[in-house]
């Protein structure tokens, strides 16, 4: 049975084996060059404040969720970027709203009050997957990205995590401290 769960080092080239043919042949990400599995490691520790989740079905991974800081500068710690990739083979499950629902409850859990996804364009399966979590357009980028000789526009998408009134400003809190509340348990297991 399929489940959720944080990411850890030794996912490193099944991460790899979904992400590198979206690198290789594909616009969606603007690497040029896949990432060697001692990247993706450096990733997972350089942003562990903040959830990589991963989706395992029968002893692989079918798919990964991660949030990456917005912005360096510390008045930006409220707003992350999201993404999510799933393996070409699960596809159509349904997987990907389970995870990229779990990753936007963890990241409220958080204390994140913005979640910024950014899409390559034309994409309309992913803007259709963002609007249905209630994301909503902020603007598009033209020609901001080169890739297979072509120049490719960026369309920046937002979803507010937490209402109006709930706009404190308070400590963001590490992943680690959050997963450990009852209303975290909920995001991890069985799908």
């Not at 850890?8 to 990432?35: G, H, Q, R």
């Not at 902020?138 to 709930?166: C, M, Y």
């Amino acid at each position: 049975m399929p489940f959720i769960r944080l990411v850890d080092e030794n996912d490193a080239e099944d991460i790899l084996e979904i992400y590198n043919p979206i690198v290789m042949d594909t616009a969606i990400s603007f690497e040029l060059k896949p990432p060697p599995p001692a990247e993706i490691k450096k990733r997972l520790k350089k942003y562990n404040h903040l959830p990589w989740l991963v989706v395992e079905d029968n002893n692989k991974v079918a798919g990964y969720a991660y949030a990456s800081p917005f912005n360096q500068r510390e008045a930006y710690q409220w707003s992350v970027e999201v993404s999510i990739y799933i393996h070409k083979g699960y596809k159509g499950m349904r997987y990907g709203k389970k995870l990229y629902g779990a990753l936007l409850e963890l990241l409220k859990l958080q204390g994140i009050i913005n979640a910024i996804a950014l899409i390559a364009l034309p994409n309309p399966t992913s803007i259709a997957f963002h609007k249905s979590f209630g994301f909503h357009e902020i603007g598009v980028f033209e020609k901001v990205g080169f890739k297979f000789n072509a120049w490719h526009d960026v369309s920046w998408w937002q979803k507010r995590l937490v209402p109006e009134t709930d706009l404190t400003g308070s400590r963001i809190k590490p992943i680690h401290d959050v997963i450990k509340k009852p209303e975290a348990i909920k995001c991890f297991g069985q799908i």
